[in-house]
Nanobody, 124 residues
């Protein structure tokens, strides 16, 4: 059974930091990604990382503030979120892809497995 379980969400003030974790089990993924969905909006790409930890990709809105990393030995991917803004408020989803890409995809359709999400709320 494939599972992706996100943890680390919560309430933070603007300017603070949070670290999300996603523990994967049941399958070895190549690229891993984070997406988010704010209330009333579509799910959007946040960050992704290839199997070897190289070539991380970020959306323009989080570039320079967020960092994605992975520990393949533990099958965990992290999203370090610094200098949080109110507009970062959303449900954050972890996703795994078995596609073999040197550069991880930013398209949600490339990811076949998803977690249930973790809420991140940033207050001003």
């Amino acid at each position: 059974q494939v599972q992706l379980v996100e943890t680390g969400g919560g309430l933070a003030q603007a300017g603070a930091s949070l670290r999300l974790s996603c523990a994967a089990s049941g399958r070895t993924f190549n690229s891993m990604g984070w997406f988010r969905q704010a209330p009333g909006k579509v799910r959007t790409f946040v960050a992704a990382i290839a199997w070897n930890g190289r070539n991380p990709r970020y959306s323009d809105s989080v570039k320079g503030r967020f960092a994605i990393s992975r520990d393949n030995a533990k099958n965990i991917v992290y999203l370090q979120m610094n200098n949080l803004k109110v507009e970062d408020t959303a449900v954050y989803y972890c996703a795994g892809s078995t596609e073999i890409d040197l550069v991880p995809s930013s398209a949600a359709t490339s990811y076949g497995d998803w977690g249930v999400g973790t809420q991140v709320t940033v207050s001003s």
